[in-house]
Nanobody
Framework: QLVESGGMLVQAGGSLRLSCAAS????????AAWFRQAPGKDREFVAS????????DYADSVKGRFTISRDNARNAVYLQMSSLKPEDTAIYYC???????????????WGQGTSVTVTV
């Protein structure tokens, strides 16, 4: 089970940290990722990190602004977001799977999502 938290309304240029708490399995066995879905749009890849945390990848739209990290001792993955833009407004979802993937169908487990709204 994955449970996201930390989403809220924030002004453009601000920062936010999302958290995802995992339970019910050996989290360190899994790659983890963040996706987001804006109203009327498909779910899109944001960032991913391998099981050890040593390698991560990002969508071009967030590269340099967002940082994904994980703490396997706490069974958690985080998304630090800075320089937020109105176009970052979306529901953010945490996902876990056997390997890094850039498509939603590459992940086996999903959280319920947390809402991020960026205002001008």
């Amino acid at each position: 089970q994955l449970v996201e938290s930390g989403g809220m309304l924030v002004q453009a240029g601000g920062s936010l940290r999302l958290s995802c708490a995992a339970s019910g399995g050996t989290f360190s066995n899994y790659a983890a990722a963040w996706f987001r879905q804006a109203p009327g749009k498909d779910r899109e890849f944001v960032a991913s990190v391998i099981w050890s945390g040593r390698y991560s990848d990002y969508a071009d739209s967030v590269k340099g602004r967002f940082t994904i990290s994980r703490d396997n001792a706490r069974n958690a993955v985080y998304l630090q977001m800075s320089s937020l833009k109105p176009e970052d407004t979306a529901i953010y979802y945490c996902a876990a799977g056997r390997a890094i993937a850039f498509r939603p169908d590459g992940y086996d487990y999903w959280g319920q999502g947390t809402s991020v709204t960026v205002t001008v």
